[in-house]
């Protein structure tokens, strides 16, 4: 178990309540411990992580340094998501409509200098290996689009009348003769230089409303198409004919070269720019009705010189082979993933690991002395610049090369940092001496079962990969890949059906419920009432039920310990008794390793429903003693305390759980009759008895 514990809620609930980050998260993980341990969570917590103390992010701040030599990281100027209210960078992911999730601020592009690390690198493998993986298929595509592998042709433009040229990258470099203008980035290096002066005003006015989008609003199908002339025109690499130079929110300096070629008459994009401001649309492609829609199926090229006649997969090869022998362009593959940002202005996460020297440059942090620990005594208040910015303690520091007066780097890394390696500590979570271990690591992992929620596909999933091919490289694993087989859970809502939230007011705190239930009765509930893959949300009476299973449960064994004298009878009802007992047996260790908790639940219940239709007809059969303690057995996955009491009432020594699993004899499962689950809209509700006779 372990406590993934920096980031921005922390922090901005100490802005807003005076309360430090580390005081509120230490407090909120004894009580989490206090609850799981309550719930009778069967942890180790002699390995137990928690990402904000020290020994942790020492060393991930060593993993930071290992990317650093292998040249993985690296720091550069960029546009990124600028929360003003925060006064922090955000991830895409982080913004939604616009606004900052946390506090629904109006979001803008910022240019700061910011620490990157070099997953694209990683992009080929990143993407290949996904097919090895078992993960489900919805984490596979988030991953493989997100990743987004195009290849295509990269093209060199020149700006008219001056020595300025940009490249363009086009997964469809058949359509060149159909280009009828460009379009640069508003963020583009050249744009001010080669704005005509009749035109500065409404390119500084459009640049302006743009820093206000986020990349995802920018890169949205639905938006409308919006752009501005600059007044410059470039030549068309082949033609020499002059092609007016925009600039269109739609186009990113992040990504590609932040310049496209448009050619409306096969893109759908180019094509509502180019009627929106009567822009020339020139068919190349047969096929379609450029009249109403742009055409971007196969077909035979037109308008096209010495491409004419030709397929768009046999032009895209000839035109490449046109553009290499001129070099004026040459085959590229690219992918839509970017580096990744790990630059943080706020307090709450772990310092980069980096000095400023005034003679050396920059300079890492010798190893021997992590961790750059975070000061106690700091003003995170909102100021504009990280909160350790104004710490002379913490930023006033010695070059330690050669002792000057240095500069220690005021940024935090990316929360996602320090949860993209923890898998690899966990084993070896008390070393002080290294991160962990080698040969331990190697022995123990890649991770063969990993349960994670989808929303972190293209975030905490695909930067763990990233890591542990990193260190793969410097030598420090054997393995490829962290997780080889994924899981997503279900997430468990309000009573109201909607995802819980203090602001809502729907939170459920499972301290109410196991003080009115006990623990046994709540975590039970936690399997039965829900899938485990769809979740759902929380419904009172569930649980209740729960209680009264828990009820009729204790009935059962109350009765069987009532018993003073067991006979030898076996008959019938004794064969009966068996038969049920090894198909649930069966059912409920299928259904575990399958993770259909709520099954095995309900398999449970039609068990104990027997046995009490059995104890009532008072044979008192000494099969009934291996019965009752293998249905205590099966029922201490979901109530281990109370199972634990039953296994020690019925004589046996030693804690339950270090028995053997109960297992089914093939031969007692033959019967006439058969069990079916009955679902109603994917809701388990319950177990009929059928013949199998003519059952089809």
Known sequence: MGFDAFGLPAENYAIKTGIHPHDSTMNNIDAMRRQLKEMGGMFNWDYEVVTCDPKYYKWTQWVFLKLYERGLAYKKEAPVNWCPSCQTVLANEQVIGGKCERCETRVYLKNMSQWFLKITDYAEELLQKLDELDWPEKAKAAQRNWIGKSTGAQIKFK???????????????????????????????????????????????YKEQTKYMTEIDRQSTDKEKTGVFTGAYALHPITNKKLPIWIADYVLVTYGTGSVMAVPAHDS???????????????????????????????????????????????????????????????????????????????????????????????????????????????????????????????????????????????????????????????????????????????????????GGAEHSCMHLIYARFVTKA?????????????????????????????????????????????????????????????????????????????????????????????????????????????ILHSIIKAVTNDINAFQFNMAVARMMELTRALKRYLDTNRNTKILKEVVKTTVKLFAPGAPHTAEEYWEMLGEKGSIFNSQWPEYDESKLETATMEIAVQFNGRFKTVITVPKEGFP
């Open 471 to 579: 260190l793969r490289d410097a030598g420090y694993l054997n393995f490829d890949e962290p997780f080889i087989s994924l899981l997503h859970q279900g997430t468990i809502l309000g009573p109201d059906g909607q995802k819980m939230s203090k602001s809502r007011g729907n939170t459920v705190s499972p301290d109410d419920y196991i003080e009115k239930y006990g623990s046994d009765i709540f975590r039970t509930y936690l399997m039965f009432g829900f899938n485990f893959f769809d979740g759902g949300p929380w419904n009172e009476n569930g649980i209740i039920a729960i209680s009264k299973y828990f009820e009729r449960f204790e009935r059962n064994i109350n009765q069987y310990l009532s018993i003073d004298t067991f006979t030898d009878l076996y008959g019938d009802e004794e064969i009966a008794l068996e038969k």
């Open 159 to 205: 700006v008219d009348g001056s020595e300025y040229e940009f490249e363009v990258f086009t997964t469809r470099p058949d359509t060149i003769f159909g280009v009828s203008y460009v379009v640069l980035a508003p963020e583009h290096e050249l744009v001010d230089k080669i704005t005509a002066d009749e035109y500065r005003d409404a390119v500084e006015q």
């Open 269 to 451: 994009r180019d094509y509502a720019f180019a009627k929106k401001y009567n822009l020339p649309i020139i068919e190349v492609v047969s096929g379609g009705n450029i009249e109403e829609a742009a055409w971007e199926g196969d077909g035979s090229l037109i308008n096209s010189e010495f491409l004419n006649g030709l397929n768009v997969e046999n032009a895209k090869a000839k035109i490449i082979e046109y553009l290499e022998e001129k070099q004026i362009g040459k085959k590229k593959v690219t992918y839509r993933l970017r580096d990744w940002l790990i630059s943080r202005q706020r307090y709450w996460g772990a310092p980069i690991p980096i000095i400023y020297c005034e003679d050396c440059g920059t300079v890492p942090v010798p190893e021997k002395d992590l961790p750059v620990k975070l000061p106690y005594n700091v003003s995170f208040m909102p100021n504009g610049q990280s909160p350790l910015a104004t710490c002379d303690e913490f930023k006033n520091t010695t070059c330690p090369r050669y002792g000057k007066k240095a500069v220690q780097e005021v940024d935090t890394m990316d929360t996602f940092m320090c949860s993209s390696w923890y898998f690899l500590r966990y084993p070896d979570a008390n070393n002080d001496k290294e991160a962990f271990n080698t040969e331990t690591v190697n022995k123990m992992l890649p991770v063969d079962k990993y349960v």
